[in-house]
């Protein structure tokens, strides 16, 4: 085993530690929901970075779902942007969040991904996850939350699992060994990595409820 590994597995030991003294194996479970609406998928992503889910992402999302039925495809999200109307589709006026949805489509677009099960797949490849990092502002945290949001066991390194991460006193803030620790922390609980993942973000929204 690898010094790496063998920290990996220590860090591991006390973040599953620190959460099952947390009530993380008692709490009612809440599997996470996996999206198959793309156009969803992908707005989730970009909107999510720097706001507030809860009262600024989520109902967004929301109304995509609602609103936008048939805008799940690459297809119709690049006629979308054809017309102009990424703004009003994210209902989001700041062209930074606007120019990075555009280049992610056009970006899935160029490698052939069309819908929900192509992304999912390519989400799998690590070929795939090196490639989409290029477009810019999508770096490995918003690669593994996206991986969440359509269904494969991932977790996405965020400031809350950051947090969590010091309270058990870790120092190491590489994100590619948090990552390896947490996702190590939910195998050694018995638990989906994402629904850890999930955990966790529910243990930073509501502290006062986790015992």
Known sequence: MTIFAIEVLQVARRIANRAKDEGVLFEKKHPRVTCEHLGAVLADSILQAGLNYMTVVRPRVLAILQMNPSRHTISSLVSLIQVGDTGAFLNWRHHEKISRFEALVFFLQRSGVEDIQDFRA??????????????????????????????????????????????????????????????????????????FDAWLWRRAAAPARVH
């Open 122 to 195: 390519g989400l799998i490849s690590k070929e795939f996850c090196d490639a989409i990092q290029t477009v810019k502002g999508i770096g490995p945290k918003t690669v593994d939350y996206m991986a969440c949001l359509v269904g494969i066991d991932s977790i996405a390194v965020d400031r809350h699992v950051r947090t969590f991460a010091k309270t058990v006193g870790v120092e190491n803030g590489d994100y590619h060994f948090l990552r390896a620790s947490f996702c190590c922390a939910a195998d050694l609980l018995s638990l989906p990595r994402r629904d």
